[in-house]
């Protein structure tokens, strides 16, 4: 059996980390955004493909929060002293990604130059782009449009969010890996991570056929709400849906998901809420703090997606 998950970055790692321990090796796929990728330094950086992997690799810093555990910062300060731009930070040993990647886009497409970079971190599920055509998130604000790391790093996500838009997304097609896993006859579930229903999941269901593929797979398809009463546990998720009108509830993640998701993975603390229709809420503790955690709650996503397997469409 094989399972399609799709995810952003740190909120989505830790979930697609605990599928991926949980899972057989070379059976899980995980489609990335990379609608935050861009170009900074002449360096091709993109931030959630690299939460995802580090997180797998077992190399991600947990206390920070994202990029590499163990990191040292001598070219953020040298590129100061030089009066170079220094609103993103790249630590030292994250840096090797970043130029290895832009190394090896020279000849192959971001998912293979992934697969590749991935294998050598010794990770045994798939890592891949949701597309190999550039797809660049563009926040529309008070502040006018921004390009996403502006919005997110350089101004701390304070402008206030009018609208996502994807630009070339009308050009992009999935990538191979995630076409195969889509139509691959083992395919027994379709995972959507507890990440950023609108910055993370937004971009990959707006890579054309993605959205239409996803609902035409009669599989059981199971998201997670980042919300717990009524908070994200980390981002501007809660801002967002502030700023749009819409309550922190799993009701507002499922209606976002309306037509996709069979079902809903939420908090305890959230299942009074009650479910729309046509979405079945699971209830359970949905706050990872530590590889257990998401062990535990991978275990149950699946185990509620075989539930409604049975059930039927
Ligand atoms: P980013 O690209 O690094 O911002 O990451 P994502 O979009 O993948 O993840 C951000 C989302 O993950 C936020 O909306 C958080 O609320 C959510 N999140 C982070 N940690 C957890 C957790 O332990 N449990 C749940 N349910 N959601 C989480
Ligand atoms: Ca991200």
Redesign the pocket.
């Known amino acids: 059996m094989s399972v399609l998950a799709l995810?952003?970055?740190?909120?989505?790692?830790?979930?697609a980390n605990g599928l991926a321990a949980i899972l057989p090796p070379g059976t899980l796929t995980i489609a990335v955004?990379t609608g935050?990728d861009f170009t900074h330094l002449g360096l091709t950086i993109c931030?959630?493909i690299d939460?995802v992997t580090y997180a797998l690799a077992g190399l991600n810093d947990t206390v920070r929060g994202?990029g590499m555990a163990d990191e040292s910062w001598a070219f953020m300060a040298a590129l100061r002293d030089l009066g170079g731009e220094d609103w993103f930070n790249l630590g030292d040993r994250d840096l090797a990604t970043h130029v290895l990647r832009t190394h090896l886009l020279r000849d192959a497409p971001l998912s293979a130059v992934t697969a590749d970079l991935t294998a050598r971190l010794g990770i045994k599920q798939a890592v891949v782009p949701m597309s190999d055509d550039p797809v660049a998130s563009i926040i529309e604000s008070d502040r006018g449009d921004l390009n996403f790391q502006d919005y997110?790093v350089r101004y701390q996500c304070a402008p206030r969010f009018h609208a996502i838009r994807f630009a070339g997304a009308a050009q992009a097609r999935p990538a191979p890996a995630i076409l195969a896993a889509l139509d691959d006859p083992a395919l027994e579930a379709i995972i959507l991570?507890?990440?950023?229903?609108i910055?993370?999941?937004g971009p990959i269901l707006a890579v054309p056929g993605m959205r239409e593929r996803i609902a035409a797979r009669r599989v059981p398809c199971v998201a997670?709400?980042?919300?717990?009463a009524g908070?994200?546990?980390?981002?501007?998720?809660?801002k967002i849906m502030g700023e749009l009108g819409l309550p922190t509830t799993p009701a507002t993640v499922a209606t976002h998901y309306a037509g996709l998701i069979d079902g809903l993975?939420v908090?305890d603390a959230d299942l009074g809420a009650g479910a729309p229709v046509g979405v079945a809420f699971h209830g359970t503790n949905?706050?990872?703090?530590d590889p257990a955690?998401q062990q535990r709650?991978a275990r149950e996503v699946m185990a509620f997606a075989r539930t409604l397997a049975q059930a039927g469409p």
């Open positions: 995810a952003g970055g740190v909120g989505g790692a830790k979930l955004n935050d931030p959630d939460s994202w997110f991570c507890p990440s950023n229903p910055l993370s999941i997670l709400s980042p919300f717990i908070q994200a546990v980390k981002g501007p998720a809660a993975v908090d949905i706050l990872m703090r955690d709650l």
